[in-house]
């Protein structure tokens, strides 16, 4: 079984849509974060969380919004998506501090088209 | 901003060859981590170097740091096709996340 899971893993919504995209993972991992990735620019941090408790933001977090609802599971939702936000995104855990010198783990990515 | 930039964007070799990927990067940093993305797919880690280390070595993998230039390369020897992939060095510093550069889209032909 894998153990970062991305639900859903392909989703074609239209401009104005609300999505939510999740994460669940089985490392007890306490670090979780989200990337996204678009031709050409790498990966971007989204939002990131170091526990249940705490939600930081990352280099692009307009338009984004985050819920970490347990150790496992840690949600993005688009409140109203728009055609830019077409990108490949990505769920990732880590092991505790220091969060820098651990390897990350990835999902294997949620494809999302914006119409 | 990103703080790790690949070079070169995109290399294509023939099967058997060595494939060398650099990696600059502008502050300073406690370790810097090459993965690995097979097209559409998860990123892997490869293999990580603390500041304080100038060369690692895993399987056909060789990376090197350079604090004074602030750079890494990775070097993948005798190339075979699955090796085809694109590969990211991510920098660390602190208790931040890390940050990923653009990635090297490497195509090894058989």
């Known amino acids: 079984d894998a153990d970062v899971t991305q639900t859903p893993r392909n989703r074609i919504t239209k401009t104005g849509k609300r999505i939510m995209l999740e994460c669940s993972q089985t490392?007890?991992?306490?670090?979780m974060y989200w990337y996204r990735q678009d031709p050409g620019l790498g990966l971007r941090l989204i939002y990131y969380?170091?526990?249940?408790?705490?939600?930081n933001k990352g280099e692009i977090s307009d338009g984004y919004s985050v819920s970490r609802q347990a150790q496992a599971k840690f949600s993005l939702s688009l409140e109203s998506a728009i055609p830019n936000q077409t990108a490949l995104y990505f769920c990732?855990?880590?092991?505790?501090?220091?969060?820098?010198?651990?390897?990350?783990?990835f999902g294997p990515g949620t494809r999302l088209t914006v119409l | 901003s990103q703080q790790g930039e690949e070079d070169p964007q995109a290399l294509s070799i023939q099967e058997g060859e060595n494939a060398t990927m650099n990696c600059s990067y502008k502050?300073?940093?406690?370790?810097l981590q090459w993965y690995r993305q097979n097209s559409g797919r998860g990123l892997v880690h490869l293999i990580l170097?603390?500041?304080?280390?100038r060369e690692k070595h895993s399987g056909r993998l060789r990376v090197t740091l350079d604090t004074s230039k602030k750079s890494s390369s990775l070097l993948i020897t005798a190339s075979r096709a699955a090796d085809t992939a694109s590969y990211f060095c991510?920098?660390?510093?602190?208790?931040?996340?890390?940050?990923f550069g653009k990635g090297t889209r490497l195509s090894v032909i058989a």
């Open positions: 990732a855990t880590s092991r505790d501090s220091p969060s820098s010198y651990n390897e990350q783990f």
């Open positions: 490392k007890g991992h306490d670090r």
């Open positions: 969380s170091f526990d249940v408790k705490d939600i």
């Open positions: 502050t300073s940093i406690n370790n």
């Open positions: 170097i603390r500041s304080n280390e």
């Open positions: 991510a920098t660390g510093s602190g208790n931040t996340p890390l940050v």
